[in-house]
């Protein structure tokens, strides 16, 4: 069964860190792809980060380029995505999921996704 349960988000203040994970069961983590995306009320789902089996590679949005860092533990099955930085823009519900068609920020690349973790930066 495919499973993806993102955890880590919460409260932080503008400037803070968060560390966001991914656990996924093995099936869909060694699909070649994984990635992060996020929602804030009212607007689309859009792309912020991903990685290739291979973590040297990796593709991030222009918005969170030198502030994000996503990063996979294989052995763990388990997706990271360090957030530094944050802005009040930056609030939404992070989404992690998984893509058959290697490093990708399409969302219709994407076929399992997670529930959803909520990330708040007031302003």
């Known amino acids: 069964q495919v499973q993806l349960v993102e955890s880590g988000g919460g409260l932080v203040q503008a400037g803070g860190s968060l560390r966001l994970s991914c656990a996924a069961s093995?099936?869909?983590?060694?699909?070649?792809?994984m990635g992060w995306f996020r929602q804030a009320p009212g607007k689309e789902r859009e792309f912020v980060a991903a990685?290739?089996?291979?973590?040297?590679?990796?593709y991030y949005a222009n918005s969170v380029q030198g502030r994000f860092t996503i990063s996979r533990d294989n052995a763990k099955n388990t997706l990271y995505l360090q957030m530094n930085s944050l802005k009040p823009e930056d609030a939404a519900v992070y989404y992690c999921?998984?893509?058959?068609?290697?490093?990708?920020?399409?969302?219709?690349?994407?076929?399992?996704w997670g529930q959803g973790t909520q990330v708040t930066v007031p302003s």
């Open positions: 999921a998984s893509s058959p068609k290697g490093v990708t920020g399409r969302v219709e690349d994407y076929d399992y």
């Open positions: 093995e099936r869909t983590f060694r699909r070649y792809g």
């Open positions: 990685i290739g089996w291979i973590s040297t590679a990796t």
